[in-house]
């Protein structure tokens, strides 16, 4: 080997980082360690291509992920005793995150590589990964009860772990690889001989004449078989402006006078984002082809239309790409936007669904946001109104089936319309937490500018949103439990200001049972606590569906009192409690918080299924 002495530095220097890597991937220490080991002798049979490399130690690492993994196949998590209590509670933590979040958030917090090179390493788009990430981080943090900052120093003693091990030395690991390297030169040579003597008895020239030993030649015996025939690579899917819709369709379905097309282009300019509440340039950012259409309307700016479709190159990815332009409105974080609600459109396409959100910041607007998927073509139409104007959601769906309508018959494409058929359905799930509200579900409060924001679910070992009446806990035999609370940072508030939503699950019998405790409590509260007033709002029971709202009022003083909102709703096995203390210059009407208590019921179909037991 040339350079032995830079081998063994990158050895020394390398090796610690991508165990402790492997080990919190795998949970396997023994696995972990074997499998950096062999990476680092393939390496040191590459090492003069591997020396090369502007990054050698992501080869290794990539080698040394993938020999982890397989050799953990079918192996419990970590089943080292003795471990550090630290240790093995941040280990139990990570083995209860799917696979690929895993791998995302270890290689963001113990490598040095950029997003998009962890995307590519994990096989993920860059909006995926980011997905995954944030995913992971925030459910880390509610494992291990810290913020999300603090999420890289939970590695610390598991670092300080793994640098105990004992590592065969470099030159032995130097000395396996030059042997690895005198193995596969050997069995190169026999492939080859055996190569040329096989592939010498099939020598023929151009006409099919093939020589002898004799000298003589020999004409090839007719074939009657067909000759194989290559496939023509298929060409990429392409989106013509043709299939684009025109000002005249978008003057049929949307209000509004004077529409015209005001640019047509592949959207590649600028940041890309055409539309409001949309992240990234592209849905699928793979996409074989784009187009984008905006429209303007006499009416001005609060009077808009935009169309972007895409053309993807798989049917995944075009299932991939439907479901993030939908995620852009679902979850819109653009111009204090409150989803109001979502409709499944059926008869177009293969799949289509239909978003309206007012934007609460000047000039208030109403968006309506179609998405449709036909085969690999995902189209997205776009159309805001002033505040006031009540959109119709029958125009919109049939807005839709025109945009899919122009995409029928081409190539690529798949199911066509019949008559479009809206449907109501449940919130797409956007919170960490699927199950639980989001900053878009949340209208404004009074007078106030400022965005809701949320803080990182946790674990409910307390609950904020119960009343003092009622004194509601999710502890076991809860499952599930978490707990956030929203805030308007900057809004020179009371301190006491927030709304809080608790969830968690219980069997469905329990979970029952677990409302008709509260609603005994606060039935009694006005008798057993002086100076507090209960008024139950509203009261829906069903067998598998509950909510209740109160409004609870307390006297802290003999000139004043606070009141408080709370509501509980049950679906099933999912439980959920929200409670709102206001100020008073940021309250909510009941009607609000109503709706509100509704969505969070809406939200709850999204939990998972209680713990058994």
Not at 81 to 89: H, N, W, Y
């Amino acid at each position: 080997m040339r350079d032995p002495d830079q081998f063994d530095e990158f050895y020394k220097d390398v090796r610690n980082r991508l165990l402790l890597l492997t080990y919190c991937l795998t949970g396997d220490l023994s696995a972990s360690r074997a499998a950096v080991r062999d990476a680092f002798v393939v390496t040191a049979h590459h090492w003069r291509k591997v020396r090369r490399l502007e990054d050698p130690e992501a080869s290794v690492r990539v080698r040394a992920c993938a020999h982890a993994q397989r050799r953990h196949t079918a192996k419990l998590w970590h089943r080292e005793k003795g471990l550090d209590p630290e240790v093995k509670a941040t280990l139990d933590a990570l083995g209860k995150l799917p696979p690929a979040q895993r791998k995302v958030l270890l290689l963001t917090e113990l490598t040095t590589a950029s997003l998009a090179e962890i995307a590519r390493e994990v096989g993920l788009p860059r909006t995926d990964a980011e997905r995954e990430l944030q995913s992971a981080t925030a459910q880390l943090s509610v494992l291990r009860e810290v913020p999300t900052t603090s999420i890289r120093t939970l590695f610390d003693p598991i670092r300080a772990h793994v640098e105990a091990s004992r590592w065969p030395r470099a030159p032995i690991i130097r000395r396996a690889g030059s042997a690895r390297r005198r193995t596969h030169t050997v069995i190169g040579i026999a492939t080859t001989v055996a190569a040329l003597v096989v592939t010498g008895t099939l020598v023929t020239d151009a006409d099919g004449v093939r020589p002898t030993l004799a000298g003589e030649r020999v004409e090839p015996r007719p074939s009657h078989k067909p000759q194989p025939s290559s496939s023509p690579t298929p060409d990429p899917v392409e989106v013509p402006e043709s299939s684009l819709l025109s000002a005249e369709q978008i003057g049929a379905r949307v209000p509004g006078t004077g529409w015209a097309i005001a640019r047509t282009d592949e959207n590649t300019e600028g940041d890309g984002l055409v539309m409001p509440c949309q992240t990234s340039r592209y849905a699928d950012p793979r996409s074989t082809d784009a187009m984008v259409r905006t429209f303007t309307s006499s009416a001005g700016k609060a009077t808009e239309a935009v169309q972007a479709t895409q053309a993807s190159a798989t049917p995944k990815a075009a299932g991939r790409g439907y479901r993030t332009a939908v995620g852009w409105f679902a979850g819109c974080a653009d111009e204090r936007a409150q989803l109001l609600e979502t409709r499944e459109v059926r008869g177009v396409g293969d799949e289509a669904t239909l978003l309206v959100l007012r934007t609460w910041d000047k000039p208030r607007s109403t968006l309506v946001a179609g998405v449709a998927r036909t085969g690999l073509l995902t189209t997205t139409v776009l159309t805001r109104s002033p505040v006031g104007r009540a959109p119709e959601l029958t125009r919109s769906a049939q807005l839709l089936e025109n945009a899919v309508d122009g995409l029928c018959g081409r190539t690529g494409a798949g199911a066509c319309t019949t008559v479009p058929r809206l449907r109501r359905m449940p919130p797409v799930p956007v919170a960490v937490v699927p199950g639980m509200l989001a900053e878009v579900d949340l209208a404004p409060v009074g007078d106030v500018r400022r965005p809701w924001v949320g803080t990182e679910p946790r674990q409910a070992r307390t609950n904020a949103a119960a009343t003092s009446c009622d004194q509601t806990d999710f502890k076991a035999p809860v499952s599930n439990s978490a707990t956030r609370t929203f805030l308007i940072p900057g809004a020179k508030l009371r301190a006491e200001f927030g709304l809080t939503e608790t969830v968690g699950t219980l069997p469905e019998r329990k979970a029952a049972g677990f409302v008709d405790a509260v609603r005994d409590r606060l039935r009694r509260c006005s008798d057993k606590r002086i100076g507090t007033t209960v008024d139950r709002i509203r009261q829906d029971a069903g067998k598998h569906r509950d909510l209740t709202i109160w409004r609870v009022t307390t006297e802290v003083s003999d000139n004043r009192s606070v009141s408080f909102l709370m509501g509980i709703v049950r679906d099933g096995t999912a439980l959920a409690q929200i409670g709102f203390v206001p100020d008073p210059a940021a309250g909510m009407s009941a009607a609000a918080f109503e709706a509100l208590v509704e969505r969070a019921l809406a939200r709850l179909g999204a939990m998972p299924a209680p713990a058994a037991g």
